[in-house]
Structure formats: structure tokens, C-alpha cells
């Protein structure tokens, strides 16, 4: 029996030109009609290169054919252009999915929450380390201009940015990561004085004018929400993907779904979700869901995306944020929270390459 979930499945084999990843969980399957024997699909697209349609019609009339009893197969397309790089980009045109737009940088990846306080940031720092302790070049742009936590998190307050004889920033390094932020411009107590346009001129400041070099990725720490700031951002730089991070509690997957669906309106893919503070486990092995269970990955199930990780609400954790030193610092083997963090960047890097 031809159904509209045997066609999904099926479609899940037809990877996205140049990606492991297939073009459902990228997002890009909007609708399919099944009439009779025929089937109609209709496939979203952000690209100017014409060989992305033309290979992915290919191979998605070759995998429902190949399903018995499927007649004739059509396979419509809504192309739009891919985000504008904007003035001053040297990456390559014409990708829209991984396009850079900042010239020496291969990736860029957002890390994304609907709502503050869940730890986007957290797992921004760590995903950074973790993609460098794994040997790519990694910088951390921290986009969070009003409430900015990379100088804490990095151990590097107080640090001062200067710039050099191009008047691009230079960023600070700390544990192998170039990391910009607004705490290094701003003091401790400084009130958020950047706002609407200015605080946009400034995040992309940050990420054009700024000496990154080399890199294998840039991480960028989103604002939480889905405001115009973030849009800017979205839409002013070809990301690679974003990692949206939520809590399981069905307060925060509510605004999740919001990062989510302004991501897919952007045709940024989704490289899946984290579930961060998933339980707390105390001494005795006993595990407490805090703030609820399985939401996270519920939601991921939902959204045909992975969920790449599921991180507890841990002492230390907080501690080493708090002192400077992220988590996935720490020896796999011997932490299960750095090991889940490298397991994040694994499967993070697999998906967008390098
Ligand atoms: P956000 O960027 O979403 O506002 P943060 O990453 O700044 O959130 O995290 C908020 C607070 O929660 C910080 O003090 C951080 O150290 C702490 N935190 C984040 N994730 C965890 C965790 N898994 N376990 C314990 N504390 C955490």
C-alpha cells in the first residue's frame, strides 16, 4: 500500500548534492500528493547552482520508481535564492547551502534557543571545543550582544579587544578557540546600551570585520529568540546549519519550534536538536527529569531532524563554566558530559563536513 509516509521514508535515501545528510531531514520536502499510481512531490530549494535541482530530481525519480506499484513520478521544485552575502563577502556564490560568506572560514553553525536560560551558550562553548579537541580551527563569535557569556565562559574577562593595521578585530584566543564577544568591549556592569540597528551593525562587525584567519568552523551563539536580530544574522551570513537547544519542558520546546521554523523559512538546515538539563542524576545513580522527560527528543521525532545529544543538568558542569574551562576540556573517558559533547561535534561535523 502506497502511502504518504512509505514516500517519505523512501525519500530519506536521496541525500542533499555534496551532504550525508538527505533532503527530509534538511527540511526540504514541502508536500507529496499521491493520485492513482502517481506521485507528485514538491521540494523547497535555496540555490542559484541549476546541477543541485537537476541531481536531486534524479535521484528522487530513481528511488520512487523504484517502489512497486509507483506509476508516473513528478517532482516539482520552489527554487529561491540563497541568503545575499553581504557586501565585502569573498565566499563562493551560488551554494546557498554551504556557501560561506566570510572569506578563510569553511562552516559556520549556529547555536540556537527560543528561549534564554536553557544553555545555548553552554553548549555553543562546548560544541567549540569539542569540534577543535576533535583538530579543526575554531572560532566562537558570541552574538548575544545583551547578555554576552563567552569572556566568563572562556576564562578571559576582563581581556580587551584590540585591532590590527587593517582595522579588522583580533580575536582572543583561549583553550585553542578564537572567540569574539561583546563582554570583551563592555565591562562586567555595563548596561546593554546597543540596540536595534547599531546592535546589528555590530554583530556584523563581529563577524566581517573581524581577523579570523583560517577556519574549519566559526560558531556563532545566537541571541535567544527569534527576533529581528537573529533574522539579520540568518540571512546575512550563508550558514551551514544550526543546533537549536531547548530544556524537555514544553515551555521551551514551544519557542524551539519558533528557532526551528524561522531557520526553515531561512532554508537553513537543521542539524537537530540538543536536550539540555534532560535529568539530574544524584549520587546514588537515581535519575530526577527536573524539567521533564523525553521532550527533546519528542520534538526531534516531530521535525524529522537528529537529536544529537542529551545533556543532564550537572554540578560541574555550571562549575566549569563558571570558571572558564568548558566541559569538554575533560577527557571523554572519563566524563560522560565531555564525551556527550564530542559526540555532538561528531556527528555536527559528519553532516556539514569541513
Ligand atoms: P543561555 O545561553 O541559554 O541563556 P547559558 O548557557 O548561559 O544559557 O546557561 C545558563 C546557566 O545554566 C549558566 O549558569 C550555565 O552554566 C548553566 N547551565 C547550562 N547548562 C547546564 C547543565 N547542563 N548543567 C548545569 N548547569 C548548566
Known amino acids: 500500500m502506497m502511502t504518504e509516509d512509505l514516500i517519505r521514508e523512501k525519500l530519506k535515501e536521496v541525500k542533499y548534492p555534496g551532504f550525508s545528510r538527505d533532503i ?23 540555490t542559484r547552482d541549476p546541477q543541485i535541482p537537476d541531481q ?45 560568506s566570510i572569506p578563510g572560514i569553511k562552516k559556520i553553525i ?8 536553557v544553555g545555548k551558550s553552554t553548549v555553543a562553548a562546548n560544541l567549540a571545543v569539542a569540534l577543535a579537541q576533535g583538530g579543526a580551527k575554531v572560532g566562537l563569535c558570541d552574538c548575544d550582544l545583551y ?9 578571559s574577562k576582563g581581556e580587551q579587544l584590540m585591532a590590527n593595521e587593517q582595522n579588522e578585530i583580533l580575536p582572543i584566543e583561549a583553550h585553542g578557540i ?13 548596561p546593554a546600551i546597543v540596540r536595534g540597528p547599531l546592535a546589528t551593525r555590530y554583530t556584523q562587525q563581529f563577524l566581517r570585520q573581524c581577523a579570523w584567519g583560517e577556519l574549519d568552523y ?27 537547544v531547548t530544556t524537555p519542558q514544553e515551555v521551551a520546546l514551544i519557542d524551539a519550534r519558533k528557532a526551528v521554523a524561522m531557520f526553515q523559512k531561512v532554508n537553513v538546515p537543521i542539524l537537530g536538536i540538543i536536550e539540555n538539563m534532560a535529568w539530574f542524576e544524584c549520587e546514588h545513580g537515581t535519575r530526577y527529569p ?36 568548558p566541559v569538554a576540556l575533560d577527557d571523554p573517558s572519563g566524563n560522560a558530559i565531555s ?10 561535523s559528519e553532516v556539514v563536513g569541513a
Open 24 to 46: 527530509v531531514s534538511f527540511g526540504l520536502l514541502q508536500k507529496i500528493w499521491i493520485e492513482g499510481d502517481d506521485v507528485t512531490v514538491k521540494l523547497s530549494l535555496a
Open 56 to 100: 536531486i530530481n534524479r535521484d528522487t525519480r530513481a528511488v520512487l520508481e523504484a517502489i512497486d506499484g509507483v506509476g508516473n513520478v513528478h517532482v516539482e521544485f520552489d527554487i529561491k535564492d540563497p541568503p545575499e552575502p553581504v557586501a565585502g563577502g569573498g565566499g563562493q556564490q551560488g551554494g546557498g547551502l554551504g556557501t560561506s
Open 110 to 117: 549556529a547555536v540556537a534557543s527560543g528561549k534564554g536560560g
Open 147 to 155: 547578555g554576552p557569556s563567552m569572556a566568563l565562559m572562556f576564562g
Open 178 to 190: 578564537k572567540v569574539i564577544s561583546m563582554g570583551f568591549m563592555l565591562g562586567d556592569d555595563a
Open 218 to 244: 566559526l560558531v556563532l551563539d545566537l541571541p535567544p529568540g527569534t527576533g529581528d536580530i537573529q533574522l539579520t544574522i540568518v540571512q546575512t551570513v550563508a550558514l551551514d546549519g544550526a543546533v537549536v
Open 290 to 325: 527536573i524539567f521533564g522527560e523525553g521532550g527533546g527528543k519528542a520534538e526531534a521525532e516531530r521535525l524529522g531532524v537528529p537529536l544529537l545529544g542529551q545533556i543532564p543538568l550537572d554540578i560541574a558542569t555550571r562549575d566549569r563554566a563558571d570558571q572558564g574551562r
Open 339 to 348: 564525551a556527550a559533547f564530542r559526540g555532538v561535534a561528531k556527528q555536527v
